[in-house]
C-alpha cells in the first residue's frame, strides 16, 4: 500500500480567516479580536458598529484604521518575552481609550 500524495494547500488568507472567529464579546459593548477583525475591508468591525480600537502589536507603525473608527490606540510591544511589563505601560492609555469609548 502506497501512501496517498500530499495534498497542497491552497487555502487563501480570507478563506482561514472566515472560519475563525474575528472577534469575541467579552461583554455588552466590548469585543477582542486578532488580525483577522481588520481584514475584508474591516468588514467584522463594521458588523459589531465598533468605534474605538486599542492594538497591541510587534509593529511600530500603527495601522491606518477606516474612518468610522473614532478612536484609536496604539500599544507597540517588542519582546514577547517582558510583554508584560510593556503592557504596563499603556494600560492608562488603553484603558482611558475604552472608557472614552463606553461613554459614547
Not at 488568507?13 to 472566515?18: G, L
Not at 472560519?19 to 488580525?35: D, K, Q
Not at 500603527?62 to 473608527?69: L, Q, S, T
Request: proline share 8%; glycine share 8%.
Amino acid at each position: 500500500a502506497t501512501a496517498p500524495p500530499a495534498r497542497r494547500h491552497s487555502r487563501t488568507r480570507a478563506a482561514v480567516s472566515a472560519r475563525v472567529a474575528p472577534m469575541s464579546e467579552v461583554i455588552p459593548g466590548l469585543w477582542v479580536g486578532g488580525l483577522a477583525a481588520l481584514l475584508d475591508d474591516f468588514r467584522p468591525l463594521r458588523a459589531a458598529k465598533v468605534t474605538h480600537v486599542v492594538s497591541v502589536v510587534s509593529n511600530p507603525e500603527p495601522r491606518r484604521m477606516p474612518v468610522f473608527i473614532k478612536g484609536h490606540y496604539h500599544a507597540c510591544v517588542h519582546d514577547l518575552e517582558a510583554s508584560g511589563e510593556e503592557l504596563l505601560g499603556h494600560l492608562e492609555g488603553a484603558t482611558a481609550l475604552v472608557g472614552q469609548a463606553r461613554r459614547e
